[in-house]
Nanobody
Framework: QVQLVESGGGLVQAGGSLRLSCAAS????????MGWFRQAPGKERDFVAS????????SYTDSVLGRFTISRDNDKNTMYLQMNSLTPEDTAVYYC??????????????????WGQGTQVTVSS
């Protein structure tokens, strides 16, 4: 079983930056596709970014292209999301996710088997 724990959320002003981390334990995730999702109050859990097992492929939702960067360090069993130029519309709980069923990027939440508890990101205007 894999446990995922997010960290790095918080309150930031518009235009600021945050770096989220997702630490995996229990099993190596080096051959897993990994992803970040977010959920704002009253809304669905939406795809943000995904990264393939090697870290060489990534996919992003349009609204974060050019602002967010997903990366991973398989030696540390950890994934990251660097978020720059944040806007109030980025306010949400951010979840990391992993799947042993796929090694390449996945944008559907149904592709993922493991989820973290989430970390709150709040962007003030």
């Amino acid at each position: 079983q894999v446990q995922l724990v997010e960290s790095g959320g918080g309150l930031v002003q518009a235009g600021g930056s945050l770096r989220l981390s997702c630490a995996a334990s229990g099993r190596t995730t080096s051959n897993y596709a990994m992803g970040w999702f977010r959920q704002a109050p009253g809304k669905e859990r939406d795809f943000v970014a995904s990264i393939g097992w090697s870290g060489r492929t990534a996919s992003y939702t349009d609204s974060v292209l050019g602002r967010f960067t997903i990366s991973r360090d398989n030696d540390k069993n950890t994934m990251y999301l660097q978020m720059n130029s944040l806007t109030p519309e980025d306010t949400a709980v951010y979840y990391c996710a992993g799947t042993s069923r796929f090694i390449n990027v996945q944008s559907s939440r149904y592709a993922y088997d493991y989820w973290g508890q989430g970390t709150q990101v709040t962007v003030s205007s």
